[in-house]
C-alpha cells in the first residue's frame, strides 16, 4: 500500500521526531508505530470482519489506529460520534463491524457500547516492548483503505468507499500542489471521521512528513495560543471557524504570522468572514472543494491564484467539466453541474450499486450536484446546489447568494435560506438569522437591505431569528433541517 508505506518510512526515518500533537500528548514517529503495533494485535484478537470501527477524538490516536488495521489488510471505518444512536447502530451493521477503537469519553458520550461491537479501548492499554505483527494480505490500491459515512440529503446514512489508491492519489495531489513538505506544520481541530480532517489533516502531514497539531474541540482561544506555540504553515478549518477568529477582541496578525496557507473548505466562504479576516490578520483565505466522494480536494485557489467567490483550478489528475441540464458539455463562463473524473474519485457507495450508478454519467464523470462555472483561465467558482435551487416566478434563484447579502448585514452572525411553498410565485425564499451577540432584530431593516444588492423577488418573505442554526459535526450549515415550522426566537417579533 503505497500511502501506508510513505507514512511508516516518514515516522520511522526520524522516529524520535515529535510528528503529532494533540491536547493530551505529543506523538513521537516512534510512539504512532509502537501504538499501531499494539493496537494490531488487540484487532486480531477481537475481530475477526474485514472492516474495523474508529470512533476517537481528533488526536494522534486516530491515526495509530489506522496504520493499525492498514498493516493487518483491514479497511477502517471512521464513526460519526455526534449521530444518533440509532445512525451509529445503523452503520455498524450495513459496514459489517464487529469491533470498535475508542475511548471512554466517546462512549460514555453515546450512552454506553454500541449493541454487538467489541471495544478496543487503547485508553485502557499498556503500550511496552514492541509486539510481533503480522503483515496480513496486505491493501492493494484498488483495495479500500476506509469507508466513510455521508448524510447526504436525506435517508440512512451512505458508506463512501475510498480505496488506497483515492487517498494515496489525492494526498499526492495536495502535496504536489502547494509543494508541501516536511518543513511545514498543520494546525486543524477538523473531526477525522470527516473527510477533509481523515486527508488534509491526518494524511497529508503524516505521508509527507510534516508535523500536524491537533485540537478536538474548536475554542477560538486555544486556536491562537496553538499558533503562537508551534507557528503552523496551514491552517485549515471551515468558515464558520474562521468567522469566530475575525471575531475575537485580542487577536491580531503576529498571532497567525507564520501560516503559508489559511485553507477553507466544506461550505462557501462568505464575502463578510474573507473580509473581516483578512482586515484583521492581513491575510487571505484560499478556498478549496471536494466531496466526501472525492476523497476530498479537488481544487484550491492557491495565493499566487486568489480571487473572490473562486475555489481555483482542478487539481493535477482532475478532469473537469461544466454540464448543462440536456447533458451538453458549457462553455467558460456557463453554469452547469460540476462534474470530474480522477484517480480520487470513490469507487462507489457501500452495498447500493443502483445509487452508485446514478452518480456517474455515461462517459464516467462523477456528478457532483453542485452547480459551478469555469472561467477561460480554468478557475471554478461554485454558485448551489442543484438540489438547494429555488425556482421564484421561473427564475432560478440560489440560497448562497441571498445567504451572502445577510452575512454582510452588521447585525448577522449567520444565517440560511429554504424555499417555501407559494400559491403565487411557486417558491419565496424564507431566512433564518442568527445575530450578533447584542444585535437587535428589525425585519424591515433586513428586507430594506437585501433590496439594495438583490433583485427583488430575490428578498427573503419572512426573515426569523433563530438562537443557533442548525450544523453538522464540521460545522456546515445543514438547510435541510430548516422549514417553515421551524422554531423560532422570540425575540424575532421586537
Not at 470512533?55 to 460520534?81: E, K
Not at 442543484?386 to 421564484?392: C, D
Request: with cysteine; aromatic share 6%.
Amino acid at each position: 500500500m503505497e500511502l501506508l508505506s510513505a507514512i511508516r518510512r516518514n515516522l520511522l526515518l526520524r522516529p524520535l521526531r515529535g510528528t503529532v500533537i494533540d491536547d493530551q500528548r505529543s506523538w513521537r514517529g516512534v510512539d504512532l508505530m509502537v501504538v499501531a503495533w499494539h493496537l494490531a494485535r488487540e484487532i486480531e484478537r477481537k475481530s475477526t470482519a474485514q472492516r474495523i470501527g474508529v470512533m476517537l477524538p481528533t488526536s494522534g490516536a486516530f491515526p495509530a489506529a489506522a496504520i493499525a488495521a492498514w498493516t493487518l489488510g483491514r479497511t477502517i471505518v471512521p464513526l460519526n460520534y455526534l449521530l444518533s444512536r440509532s445512525d451509529l447502530e445503523y452503520v455498524a451493521r450495513d459496514a459489517g463491524l464487529d469491533a470498535v477503537i475508542t475511548v471512554g469519553p466517546m462512549v460514555d458520550f453515546i450512552g454506553g457500547p454500541l449493541k454487538g461491537l467489541a471495544e478496543i479501548r487503547p485508553d485502557q492499554m499498556r503500550f511496552t516492548g514492541i509486539p510481533p505483527v503480522r503483515m496480513t494480505n496486505p491493501l492493494q490500491r484498488d483495495d479500500l483503505a476506509v469507508v466513510l459515512y455521508t448524510s447526504g440529503t436525506s435517508g440512512r446514512p451512505k458508506g463512501v468507499m475510498l480505496t488506497c489508491g483515492n487517498i494515496a492519489a489525492n494526498v499526492r495531489q495536495c502535496q504536489e500542489w502547494v509543494d508541501f513538505g516536511r518543513n511545514d506544520t498543520i494546525l486543524g481541530v477538523l473531526p477525522q471521521f470527516h473527510s477533509f480532517g481523515l486527508t488534509v489533516l491526518t494524511m497529508l502531514p503524516l505521508a509527507t512528513g510534516a508535523r500536524a497539531v491537533y485540537t478536538a474541540r474548536f475554542v477560538p482561544r486555544k486556536i491562537i495560543d496553538l499558533a503562537k506555540q508551534h507557528r503552523p504553515t496551514a491552517l485549515v478549518a471551515i468558515p464558520s471557524m474562521y468567522n469566530a477568529l475575525r471575531l475575537m477582541k485580542d487577536a491580531g496578525p503576529e498571532d497567525l504570522a507564520s501560516l503559508r496557507f489559511a485553507v477553507s473548505g466544506g461550505e462557501p466562504l462568505p464575502d463578510a468572514v474573507y473580509d473581516g479576516f483578512h482586515q484583521k490578520f492581513g491575510i487571505e483565505i484560499n478556498e478549496g472543494y471536494g466531496l466526501t466522494e472525492t476523497s476530498p480536494v479537488t481544487n484550491w485557489c492557491r495565493p499566487s491564484e486568489q480571487r473572490r467567490k473562486c475555489v481555483g483550478k482542478a487539481l493535477g489528475g482532475v478532469d473537469q467539466r461544466i454540464v448543462g441540464p440536456d447533458g451538453a458539455v458549457l462553455g467558460p463562463n456557463q453554469d452547469g453541474e460540476v462534474r470530474m473524473k480522477g484517480p480520487n474519485i470513490m469507487k462507489g457507495y457501500l452495498n447500493l450499486p443502483d445509487e452508485t450508478a446514478a452518480v456517474f454519467d455515461e462517459h464516467g464523470y462523477f456528478k457532483t450536484g453542485d452547480m459551478g462555472r469555469l472561467d477561460e483561465h480554468g478557475l471554478l467558482s461554485i454558485t448551489g446546489r442543484i438540489k438547494e435551487m429555488l425556482i421564484i416566478g421561473g427564475e432560478n434563484v440560489f440560497p448562497r447568494e441571498i445567504e451572502e447579502v445577510l452575512n454582510r448585514h452588521d447585525s448577522v452572525k449567520d444565517s440560511a435560506v429554504i424555499g417555501m411553498q407559494d400559491g403565487m410565485r411557486g417558491e419565496v425564499a424564507l431566512a433564518f438569522v442568527e445575530l450578533k451577540e447584542g444585535a437587535r432584530f428589525d425585519e424591515g431593516a433586513l428586507k430594506s437591505f437585501c433590496r439594495e444588492h438583490i433583485a427583488g423577488f430575490k428578498v427573503p418573505r419572512d426573515i426569523r431569528v433563530v438562537k443557533e442554526l442548525p450544523r453538522n459535526p464540521t460545522g456546515k450549515i445543514m438547510r435541510r433541517k430548516l422549514s417553515a415550522a421551524t422554531p423560532c426566537e422570540a425575540a424575532a417579533a421586537s
